[in-house]
């Protein structure tokens, strides 16, 4: 079966920073190469972004060395790994100690400093962790927000509030499906204009999370990835279905793919004339014309014996209904062992009723149990057009929630006590 990726570190902040800090000088803009990608500092002042210069920073005597706006003063907006304005409280006892910090000082609730992360090459699913510590033990606390912008500019999501953070601290943990040339950016603004209340500690860390198999990685010329088909079928669960085909590998409307009729199937291309971009993470799925009696279309993953057990899925999908008010987008579930564990029904526009769409949606399915199969599916329901849909998803070993067997160590510790019962019934 698939193996998928193992667990790694890609970025760390106050590492990455560490390790080439040696090479800084007078000058120096904040960009920061690491091995699986780069770290930008900027000022952001309304729209405009400004790269931080290496030089002086901080009011304190000796004055750091650090980050800043260049030409700018050297009390606020910077970054660096040196102590950059007096404190009262936790200067070297942050929050958490396990994760190196940078420390952090915005100047007003209207620029922020922000620390951008963003790799050329890296896809797949990530988790974001770290922490965020305000200095002092009082005043108005900073404001700080998580952010991920998708390369091909489908969506801003925030992934944390902006919160105010007082000498307690927040730590933070968020999971997302990161693709290439997208940017991560936490950014930090003090909780008001006095930038006094500023001085913060920041410890972050993007690690790649080690998955089995993924809706990308199952598209291959010729034959799906090893465990994977894929299906136009009547029903949902494609044990259920009266009317199923098994799609090949040959020629849609909008390029190569997978088909089920000439302008609809699976493909990392444009199935259809009005289907949209992708990112590497996706593909893209066109059900067939309800006429053929076929308007499921289920990308199937049978799992080996040695892969049975509790799993995560993590994921995103999207549709888009282009033209025609009529037109009724997809319905999109995902079902394990024929039971249905996630589902994501179409909205209705207010402006554009009755016109449903289906904006793109992030989930996370965790801890579910299946032996046989996972099916991926896109119902069209019941209409051809505009039904072009964007689906991501990694499918993880899960860990089952805390103290739960799997159901079949259930299964042979209740044939145990059965036997148990037994003998001490013929005692």
């Known amino acids: 079966m698939a193996s998928g990726v193992s667990a790694a570190i890609l970025a760390d902040l106050a590492a990455d920073y ?31 972004k400004m790269l931080l210069g290496y030089g002086d920073v901080g009011n304190l005597n000796p004055r750091a060395q650090g980050f800043r706006p260049e030409g700018g003063s050297q009390y606020y907006n910077e970054v660096s790994s040196q102590m ?21 000082h915005p100047s007003n609730d209207t620029n922020a400093t922000v620390l951008e992360w963003s790799s050329e090459t890296y896809c797949g699913p990530v988790r974001i962790t770290g922490f965020a510590q305000h200095a002092k033990a009082s005043g108005t606390g900073t404001n700080y927000t998580l952010s991920y912008q998708d390369s091909g500019n489908f969506r801003t999501s925030v992934e944390n509030e902006t919160i105010s953070v007082q000498s307690s601290g927040k730590e933070f943990s968020t999971s997302l499906i990161y693709t290439p040339n997208s940017v991560l950016g936490m950014a930090f603004r003090a909780n008001n204009a006095d930038y006094a209340n500023g001085t913060s500690y920041l410890g972050m860390q993007v690690e790649a999370l080690p998955y089995i198999t993924s809706i990308a990685d199952s598209y291959q010329t010729s034959t799906p990835a090893e465990g994977w088909s894929y299906w136009s079928a009547n029903a949902a669960h494609l044990a259920d279905a009266t009317n199923s085909r098994e799609m090949t590998y040959g020629t849609v409307s909008g390029g190569a793919g997978y088909v089920a009729t000439n302008d609809s199937g699976v493909s990392p291309n444009k199935v259809h004339g009005n289907s949209f971009s992708r990112n590497a993470s996706q593909l893209e799925i066109h059900p067939e014309n309800p006429e053929t009696g076929r308007n499921f279309i289920i990308l199937k993953y049978d799992l080996g014996e040695e892969e049975a057990g509790w799993f995560n899925i993590l994921g995103n999908v999207g549709a888009e209904v282009l033209g025609n008010i009529d037109w009724n987008s997809v319905v999109f579930s995902i079902l394990a062992d024929g039971s249905e564990i996630y589902r994501y029904d179409p909205i209705f526009d207010s402006d554009l009723a009755p016109h449903p769409i289906l904006p793109t949606q992030d989930f996370f399915v965790e801890d579910f149990f299946a032996e046989e199969t996972i099916e991926f ?7 051809y057009n505009g039904d072009s849909t964007l689906l991501a998803a990694y499918i993880m070993r899960g860990t089952g929630p805390a103290g739960v067997p799997e159901p079949g160590t259930l299964w042979l510790l209740g044939l145990g006590l059965v036997w148990l019962g037994r003998r001490f019934w013929k005692r």
């Open 18 to 48: 560490g390790a080439v800090e040696s090479g800084f000088t007078t000058g120096t803009q904040a960009v920061i190469p690491t091995t699986n990608g780069t770290w930008q500092y900027y000022l952001l002042s309304g729209s405009d």
């Open 84 to 104: 950059l304005c007096d404190t009262d409280t936790n200067a070297s006892n942050p929050i958490t100690t396990a994760m190196g910090k940078l420390n952090l």
């Open 377 to 383: 599916v896109v119902n069209s329901l019941g209409q």
